[in-house]
């Protein structure tokens, strides 16, 4: 993808959950903006992320109340991120490496913008899309 960045392919400006709310509130979200992940916030930097996976494994699956659990409880700290100034190769061989299909965008602590799978696929050819999704995929 050449001198393409992280900046050309990201969602902006992405909706994002501050860390004390329900999980039923980033459930909600989720359903509403149809994403299965939402960077999670605090005092308007990014704490983490939280995944519809989390939401099921960690609650659901557990029988807890999705009212009571905040998302402080499930979320994982300290996500993989990527720079929006950032060669987009880059944050792709990144994403194979972690085995994740989502980066948070982060410019100086601040949550600029999502870096997913889809947005990489709008604007590759073919057969680099498919390439990154084999690698993201191995596991």
């Given at each position: 993808m050449g001198n393409t960045k992280v900046r050309d392919s990201m969602t902006a400006n992405p909706l994002a959950i501050e860390a004390d709310q329900p999980v039923v509130k980033a459930a909600e979200l989720m359903a509403k903006e149809?994403?299965?992940?939402?960077?999670?916030?605090?005092?308007?930097?990014?704490?983490?992320?939280?995944?519809?996976r989390d939401l099921v494994i960690q609650v659901v699956a557990r029988g807890l109340d999705s009212k009571s659990?905040?998302?402080?409880?499930?979320?994982?700290?300290?996500?993989?991120?990527?720079?929006?100034?950032?060669?987009l190769d880059q944050a792709l061989q990144r994403m194979a490496e972690e085995q994740v299909r989502r980066l948070p965008v982060v410019s100086d602590g601040e949550l600029v913008g999502?870096?997913?799978?889809?947005?990489?696929?709008?604007?590759a050819d073919a057969q680099s899309t498919g390439h990154m999704v084999e690698e993201i995929s191995k596991k």
């Amino acid at each position: 993808m050449g001198n393409t960045k992280v900046r050309d392919s990201m969602t902006a400006n992405p909706l994002a959950i501050e860390a004390d709310q329900p999980v039923v509130k980033a459930a909600e979200l989720m359903a509403k903006e149809n994403v299965g992940s939402l960077p999670v916030v605090e005092n308007g930097e990014l704490a983490g992320i939280v995944t519809d996976r989390d939401l099921v494994i960690q609650v659901v699956a557990r029988g807890l109340d999705s009212k009571s659990v905040k998302v402080a409880d499930v979320y994982t700290a300290k996500p993989v991120v990527a720079s929006p100034d950032e060669l987009l190769d880059q944050a792709l061989q990144r994403m194979a490496e972690e085995q994740v299909r989502r980066l948070p965008v982060v410019s100086d602590g601040e949550l600029v913008g999502m870096l997913a799978q889809a947005d990489v696929a709008r604007s590759a050819d073919a057969q680099s899309t498919g390439h990154m999704v084999e690698e993201i995929s191995k596991k």
